[in-house]
């Protein structure tokens, strides 16, 4: 089905302001899966990824926990990279990166 233009930036106006995409589906007669394709195509803002993510999530029964943007002590990861690139550090510059990093998965 084709709905017009005036349509879907009425939609996507109505979600971007706060409204959930429930609600819009609801209000304006569309279905959920069509708005969240019309999102896709839009350039949306951090906050509004978000609001779509967690409505995507929530609607299949989970939910969301953001981590704040810059948390390397919440990452494994980071905590590795930092014990790598010690052990770098104090390594003879002889040794290869890749026996560093199999080293240290070995060990």
């Known amino acids: 089905m084709s709905y017009s233009k005036d349509l879907r930036t009425r939609v996507i106006d109505y979600i971007e302001n706060g409204g959930s995409i429930l609600s819009a589906a609801r209000i ?3 279905g959920r899966s069509t708005i969240y394709r019309w999102l896709a195509r ?42 790598l690139k010690k052990k770098r550090m104090y390594e003879g510059k002889d040794k290869s990166i890749d026996d560093i990093i199999r080293d240290y998965c070995a060990s």
Do not use: C
């Open 42 to 83: 839009v350039e949306l803002k951090p906050i509004h990824r978000k609001t779509l993510i967690r409505e995507l999530v929530n609607g299949q029964g989970h939910e969301v926990i953001f981590l704040p943007k810059y948390s390397p002590d919440l990452n494994d990861i980071e905590h590795d990279f930092g014990a």
């Open 28 to 30: 304006y007669k569309v």
